[in-house]
Structure formats: C-alpha cells, structure tokens
C-alpha cells in the first residue's frame, strides 16, 4: 500500500530527539526557542511562537484580540474544521463565505459582502499551500468604509483600529506571495506542525507575528507565551532556577506549550525543509505532466506571477464526476493499494456547523470543488516507481468509472 502522507523521519531525528530526552530538560525551553528564532528567519516574520498546535495558536490570537459572543469572524467554507472551531470556542459566530473558482481558497469579494459592524477578524486558508490573494485582504481591511464600520470593543482593538487578518497557514510553510514568505504578510500567520503537514514536530504549531508598528511584539509574545501555560508568570524553566520559585498568575489562561521534544524534530526538518520542498515540487510536475493529457483532469494551481504554493496537496478534480462517483473512484484507487484523501468536506456538511444552520446550498463553490476532488499522495519520500504507479491507478480508476 502506498500511504497518503507518512513524515520524514529518519536516524537524524532520533539522534535528536535522544538529545533532548537525555538532556535533562525535555518540556519548553532551550531547543523551543532556538525553533522560534530560525522559524523567524526562514519565514521572514519579526517575531514567532510555537505552541502545541496551530489551533491552539488560533485560539489564542482571537482570545488575545477578546473575541467573544456577538463577535463574527469570516472563515471560508472550505477549510479544514479548526478554522472555525476555535471561533466557536471564543462564543463568536464564524462567517462561512465561498472560494474561488480559480483556486480553492476563500473569495474576497465573498469577504467583502460579509463584512459587517460585528466582524473582528478574517482567517484566510492558503488551501494545499497556496497563498491567499494577500494584498486585497490586507487592502479591504484598510479601506475607509471597512474601517469606519469596525467596532473597537477591547484596548487591543482600539490600538489595532481595523478587523484583524489572521492567516490559516496550516499548508503554506515555506510558500510565497509576492517576494514574500507567507508569515511576512498577514497580522498573524498560524502554522501547524501536526505529523500529516509538510514540516511537522509529531503535534505543534507556530503563531508568526506581523502587526502594524504600534505594536510593542515582544510584549505581544509575551502575552501569548504567558497565556499558553495557565496565565503563570513564570515558565517551568524560569522556576527552575535558584529562589526564583514564587509565581503569580494573571490571568486563568490555557495549556498549550510546544516541548523540546517537538521542537527537537522540528529543528532538523526545517534545516533540511527546502530539499523536502524540490521534491515536492518534482512529485507534483510528475503529476502534473501526465494529467495534462488527460481532458477530465482539472489539475490544481502552484504557481503564478504571484505565488508559489508549498505544494502540500495535490487536488486533483475530476471533471464531470459527481460526489457518488468521486466516492467510486476513490475506492478503486485504494483497492488498487493507493492511499488518497479528500480536502475538504466543507463545513456545512458536518453536523457540528448543520446544527449551527449552515446550509452547503450557499457555498456552491465550495460543494463544486469538494465533489469531484481526490488529493493525491505528495511527500518527500514518494519514490518515482511510487508516482507512476499513483498515475496509472488514478487514471485507471477514474476512467472505469467515468468512461
Ligand atoms: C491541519 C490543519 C489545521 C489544524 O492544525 P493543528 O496543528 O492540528 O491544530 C488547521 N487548519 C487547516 C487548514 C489544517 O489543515
């Protein structure tokens, strides 16, 4: 069977990771930090935290910025449910808009139309690595009639004056926009190190910080680090040292560091990240080249003038094929022993957002591209033998089913 998505792990990582555990230190400190600073440089962003998970880093930010019931933030209906989960955490409402037909990431003129006098924030989803229309995000939330609507309700939302931009870039590390690396770009970026994403520390997460200059980004991290292990004013290795024991706490916060085990893995595959990204992005011209010829296959976009994708996912869309058939393919696929995946059920036709009265009628986009979409194995030990086979299963399956 050729698995979706195992991660690279190898001697180095274990090398590593018995560092750590011999070191005498295992939970947050020395190693986390040193992620954090080379996190910064790889991802252009001024400042980093990591912490157990990008929705725990989500959570966080709206918490921080005092998201709360009568709230609404706008979330794309396409995403994966952690976008808006952690916006029902915080007693808002997520705003569910429709995507693109270009891509499948979330519409700005759909934003737009959604915004209103109750919107804090917008949490854009660079879907499969590919960045969001950065700019005209950035732009809307600038303009005069946006800003004259927004609400200040919290000291930080005085300060910030705007609806606040926090990017979903749970695909994207290392993609970029314009010269940039996501993670220079929006207010907040929040990359998730989970095992199945294209850098991962088994779990974890990233926040990357970017706010306007007012902003004091120390005092910001401070905050946030602060609020990730209980609102306790002084970490486990700060106590740890000599009469340095008595702590107040703030603030009854959360419990969401990132540990030096993580971080640990997390080091070694950021120094090898930009190898594990050219393989990447050979696996997905291999994919690209053959499916070119294939007049069902609408393949999906890595690059433009503008962007280049982290090529995290290959969403591969089956033109005319409707949900049953999809679902048919996909089984073919995997009797064939090839693991494939679908990204993403949207939100409406989970129970959770049902129940919430989302209805998949209002976001045809979304239901167009989830219907007939099958992701592809994409990871850096995908061998070339493993690509073909992929193809010519793909190709099998889909024209067995759809003639
Ligand atoms: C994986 C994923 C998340 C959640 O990341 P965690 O680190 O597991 O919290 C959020 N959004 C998207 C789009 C994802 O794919």
Not at 64 to 90: Q, R, S
Not at 209 to 225: G, I, R, T
Not at 337 to 344: A, E, G
Request: with cysteine.
């Amino acid at each position: 069977m050729i698995p979706f998505s195992p991660p690279r792990l190898d001697q180095k990582t274990v090398d590593e990771v018995s560092k750590v555990l011999l070191s005498g230190w295992i939970t947050t400190g020395p190693r986390t930090k040193e992620f954090e600073v080379k996190l910064s440089e790889f991802l252009g962003a001024r400042k980093t935290i990591c912490l157990s998970s990008a929705t725990a880093g989500m959570e966080l930010v709206l918490r921080w910025l005092g998201v709360k019931e009568g709230d609404e933030v706008i979330v794309p209906a396409y995403t994966y449910c952690a976008t808006a989960n952690v916006v029902v955490h915080c007693g808002a409402k997520p705003v569910m808009v429709d995507i693109n037909t270009k891509d499948f990431n979330i519409s700005v003129e759909e934003i737009k139309k959604n915004i209103t006098e109750k919107t804090k924030a917008i949490i854009p989803v660079d879907i499969g690595g590919l960045p969001c229309d950065m700019d005209e995000i950035m732009d809307l939330v600038q303009q005069t009639d946006v800003v004259s609507k927004f609400n200040a309700q919290t000291e930080v939302q005085e300060q910030l004056g705007r609806i606040l931009v926090m990017s979903d870039a749970a695909h994207s590390v290392g993609a970029s926009y314009k010269g940039k690396k996501v993670g220079a770009i929006s207010d907040f970026t929040v990359f998730s190190f989970h095992a199945v994403k294209n850098l991962t520390t088994a779990e974890g997460g990233a926040v990357c910080m970017n706010l306007p200059e007012s902003f004091d980004l120390d005092a910001v991290y401070q905050n946030l680090n602060v609020m990730s292990l209980h609102g306790q004013s002084k970490d486990a290795l700060a106590k740890s040292k000599i009469g340095n024991w008595r702590y107040d706490v703030s603030e009854p916060g959360y419990k969401c560091n990132m540990m030096d085990i993580q971080a640990a893995i997390g080091l070694v595959e950021l120094e090898r990240y930009p190898e594990t990204l050219e393989r990447r992005r050979e696996i997905v011209q291999y994919y690209d080249e053959r499916f070119k010829q294939k007049e069902w296959a609408i393949r999906p976009l890595f690059e433009d003038e503008e962007k280049t994708s982290s090529f995290h996912l290959y969403l591969l869309r089956v033109k005319g094929a409707n949900e049953a058939q999809r679902d048919q393919i996909m089984s073919k696929i995997f009797e064939k022993q090839v693991s494939v995946n679908v990204h993403f059920q949207p939100l409406p036709l989970l129970t959770a957002y049902k129940k919430r009265g989302y209805q998949m009628a209002d976001y045809p986009k979304a239901f167009g591209a989830y219907e007939n979409e099958i992701s592809l194995p994409v990871y850096f030990n995908l061998t070339d033998d493993n690509i073909k086979t992929v193809i010519d299963v793909v190709i099998e399956s889909v024209e067995e089913v759809i003639g």
